[in-house]
């Protein structure tokens, strides 16, 4: 049997150094991501303490891993308090009577980690960017801006601009899907 030899050229092991270089980078790239991503915070049902929402998380909503909440039926929850969902920075307060979101909150919570308020009805909003907020300060109410048919407050949670499955304390994930209650706790 002929004995064949490899020689690489020029071009090839260029090549490889290439390959090599970039999955190097890119490794450390996903690696400083992740840290900088952190642990994600204890974050608490939107409303006042001891009150219970309904939380509906339908299949189909748009972004899917968002919830709306409603307490009773059509507008009877119109001009309810929202509170933040723990301590943070306002990031980013929208007023708009354009369809979709309407009027809306941002709060950053440390590493990455932000929850997403919007419909919140007009002139309620009590915050301005850059003021830092506690989970008892109530930073709107609920109401159906963005030119919505009824009364809710949309909600998400999101690691920079990603939205993320729900979760609510340590250990209350969202069922999407279904229809849920949900009551803070723990005040």
């Not at 007023?95 to 009805?121: C, Q």
């Amino acid at each position: 049997m002929p004995t064949t030899s490899f020689r690489p050229t020029r071009k090839a092991l260029a090549a490889l150094f290439a390959v090599a270089a970039i999955a190097t980078t890119t490794a450390g790239v996903t690696a400083s991501s992740s840290q900088a991503a952190g642990t994600r915070p204890v974050l608490k049902v939107p409303f006042p303490c001891q009150q219970t929402w309904r939380g509906n998380a339908w299949v189909g909503h748009d972004p899917a891993l968002a919830i709306d909440f409603n307490q009773g039926s059509g507008d009877s929850d119109k001009g309810m308090p929202v509170k933040a969902s723990a301590s943070g920075t306002v990031l980013d307060v929208t007023i708009s009577d354009a369809h979709g979101y309407g009027n809306r909150v941002l709060i950053g919570h440390g590493d990455g980690w932000r929850s997403f308020y919007a419909h919140l009805e007009d002139g309620s909003i009590t915050v301005r960017e850059g003021d830092h907020v506690t989970e008892t300060t109530t930073i709107g109410k609920v109401g159906k801006s963005g030119q919505q048919e009824y009364s809710h407050l949309h909600y998400e949670q999101r690691l920079y601009n990603e939205v993320k499955p729900i979760r609510f304390g340590t250990s209350t994930w969202v069922d999407y899907g279904t229809e849920q209650l949900y009551t803070r706790t723990n005040c």
